[in-house]
């Protein structure tokens, strides 16, 4: 008996559809507020949706009790915010400033003060205890909140390291995208065991799955294939899905049982790999090509989902059912699908071959296209055809001594052909290749559209390899000598992968980005950035965009000095955009200050005998913009009255977009010691860690 069901999320209509696991029918549909057709996601529990318009986002819920559905929109977030919740807690997070607000996931109504992590937030994931775990690849580390409040924080990789959350058992696991390595936490927060590497010796660039199945925890890698690692035993196998999967990991695996899910990019296709077998993954056609495709597991189940359309699958140990979420008035399923078993053919949960009909016929039901294991294997053949295919002899002969012609082996339509891509410097190698892992008889032509500047040269009579000028997509068909076609949209290379190197020179007012060229993915055509200040804080987008020059590798971005500014970096091809990678630097040098120093008060400043109070007759020396001055003792930090910058005497070299420096004052003042005098000066002067924040800083001692 089947077990559990799972929430399906569509577009349009905007709504969920709960789909019975034991029926594979469809049994509530609940309409969500708001208009059809915008992005939407699934949430990180099953009963909730995220809509984002770029200025907005709006979450929604469903009450699977009453089959009603909340909702609440947070505007001015763009694409900032996630929701962590179960049925009992919830917490809400701004990934940009790292702010948290417990929520009751019932209404999305705040029950509690807020909470600064002080970071921006990679990845959140909410323990069934109730307790919230943050990823801070620019610290490092990863903070737990406990009831509302920041309880630790564990150091885990050197700042700046992307970072990812999964849970595997009772444990979390961080995983250091950027190397391969992964951590287990216990439930205190602190790291349980050595740290794993699923790469095998070199650093990896690596997306996870969200949760383990028992001890294991599925990886996606750069290099094409998944690492599967036993956090128990600490092995770690390799799983090759095929060759769609090489480059820079978009799709997170899902792994249940003996088998392996994972969507194929935007094709619309699950490929199901048996763990161990060594055999060729089997393709689902779920849905139409689509970048929505949702591959999740509940249960003992695994579902993929499209919520742009009518489609879904639900799979158990292999084997894979449609599911028709709702009547689709359109024909919107794959061009190429293949045929439905006989209509006297009964099909059962356990003899998968083409998924058994639903309640209804669906252009968008998933085909499954098998491979020649006991897995997802035809419960009898289709169909014979009256005219052989390619490579066919014609009519068999009868048998010797039997008067008889033995059965002919089951043939493929034309929807079985399929164009597989492996890619190289310039070059896309392209194999004709029969689905259940044949290859069918040629010579096979190649013809590319738009054909500008691309050249074909045939490698064998099923496979060319075809020199391109560019990454642009185009459109190939391989075209067989009986006019045989199958046709397929390729980019002429992998998405961009992330820079190699990118580190950052820092000046007094300014800082210095450099970064190399990517090894794993395709090349850069472009470099998406970003740079925002006080990233801790709301802070404000300083400046973003493209550079259409990536030989120069190279960018100085200028900033008050002792400014806190986070750079992002994204190599870009028109295959598809590398994850951002993260730098966070304050735009100051203090290499010539051995502890405290004085800077931005071009004019001399008297130390007070307190906060705001009466000068003592001792007076630090002017120092010019973006300088560093004398150094001095900090004794301790304490509040006062609100000081600013006198008018004219600092200015931005940049837009200040959210506040101008003479007008953000700070009531933080620092006792200082300056020849052989005591007494007070605003913290705008003294280089401490946060002074520029106007906070605080927390490791100096307050008076």
Request: hydrophobic share 35%; glycine share 10%; aromatic share 6%.
């Amino acid at each position: 008996m089947l077990e559990g069901s799972a929430w399906l999320l569509n577009a349009g209509p905007w709504s969920f559809t709960r789909v019975n696991g034991v029926s594979v029918l469809p049994d509530a549909q609940v309409s969500l507020p708001g208009p059809d057709g915008e992005f939407v996601a699934a949430g990180l529990d099953q009963f909730s949706a995220l809509r984002e318009n770029g200025r907005a986002s709006t979450f929604v819920r469903v009450d699977p009790a009453s089959l009603t559905a909340v909702s609440r929109t947070f505007e001015g977030t763009g694409k900032r915010l996630t929701i962590a919740a179960d049925m009992s807690t919830g917490y809400l997070v701004d990934n940009a400033s790292g702010l948290v607000r417990k929520i009751d996931p019932r209404n999305f109504l705040e029950a509690g003060e807020p909470v600064e992590a002080g970071t921006r937030v990679d990845a959140a994931q909410l323990t069934p205890d109730g307790t919230l775990w943050l990823a801070a690849g620019q610290m490092g580390d990863v903070a737990v909140i406990r009831d509302g409040r920041l309880d630790t924080r564990t150091r885990i990789a050197p700042p700046g390291h992307p970072l990812d959350l999964s849970l595997v058992g009772d444990r979390v696991v961080v995983t250091d995208t950027s190397t391969g390595v992964l951590t287990a936490l216990s439930a205190d927060g602190r790291v349980d065991g050595e740290p794993l590497a699923v790469g095998n010796g070199s650093a990896l660039p690596v997306l996870p799955s969200t949760e383990g199945d028992g001890q294991r925890l599925a990886v996606a890698t750069a290099d094409g294939t998944v690492r599967i690692a036993d956090l128990e035993s600490r092995d770690v196998v390799t799983v090759s899905p095929g060759p769609r999967r090489a480059g820079r990991p978009t799709e997170r695996p899902v792994l249940a049982g003996s088998y392996l899910y994972q969507a194929d990019g935007p094709t619309g296709v699950v490929l199901v790999t048996r763990v161990g077998s060594g055999q060729r993954p089997v393709e689902v056609q779920v849905s139409g090509a689509t970048p929505r495709l949702q591959v999740f597991r509940r249960e003992n189940l695994v579902w993929a989902n499209d919520p742009s359309s009518a489609g879904a699958a639900v799979f158990r140990d292999g084997e894979a059912r449609r599911v028709q979420k709702y009547d689709s008035p359109e024909p919107a399923g794959p061009p190429t699908a293949a045929p439905a078993p006989p209509d006297d053919t009964e099909v059962s949960f356990g003899e998968v071959g083409g998924i058994p009909p639903g309640p209804a016929p669906a252009p968008t039901s998933p085909t499954v296209r098998p491979s020649p294991t006991d897995v997802l294997r035809p419960s009898e053949p289709p169909r014979q055809t009256t005219e052989p295919p390619d490579g066919d002899d014609g009519p068999q002969q009868p048998v010797p001594g039997t008067g008889t012609t033995p059965s002919p082996q089951p043939q493929r339509p034309d929807a079985e052909l399929t164009l597989s891509a492996a890619f190289g410097p310039g070059v896309l190698e392209i194999d004709v290749n029969l689905a259940d892992g044949g290859q069918p008889a040629g010579p096979y032509r190649l013809d590319v559209d738009p054909a500008d500047g691309t050249t074909v040269i045939p490698a064998s009579d099923t496979s060319f390899q075809v020199r391109v000028p560019d990454c642009a997509e185009r459109t190939y068909t391989a075209t067989s000598p009986r006019g045989r076609t199958v046709t397929a949209q390729l980019f002429g290379c992998e998405p961009a992968g992330p820079a190699a190197d990118y580190w950052y020179v820092v000046h007094n007012g300014s800082v210095d980005f450099y970064w190399t060229e990517a090894v794993v993915g395709g090349p850069a055509e472009s470099y998406e950035q970003y740079t925002r200040n006080s990233p801790n804080h709301e802070g404000s987008m300083i400046a973003d965009g493209f550079d259409d020059t990536p030989e120069s590798r190279f960018l100085n971005i200028e900033v008050p000095m002792g400014e806190l500014i986070e750079q992002g970096l994204a190599p870009s091809n028109a295959a598809g955009q590398a994850p951002w990678q993260i730098l966070t630097v304050r735009a100051w040098d203090l290499s010539s200050c051995a502890s405290f120093c004085t800077y931005n008060h071009p004019d001399p400043v008297p130390l007070l005998d307190r906060p705001g109070g009466s000068p003592i007759g001792v007076a630090l020396p002017a120092v010019a913009v973006n300088t560093v001055g004398v150094e001095v003792d900090l004794v301790c930090q304490t509040d006062g009255p609100s000081h600013i910058y006198p008018d004219a005497k600092l200015t931005r070299s940049i837009d200040p977009m959210d506040h101008a420096l003479e007008g953000d004052p700070s009531t933080v003042w620092d006792l200082i010691r300056y020849q052989g005098a005591e007494g007070y000066v605003s913290d705008l002067y003294v280089t401490t860690p946060l002074s520029f924040d106007r906070v605080f800083s927390p490791e100096v001692p307050r008076c």
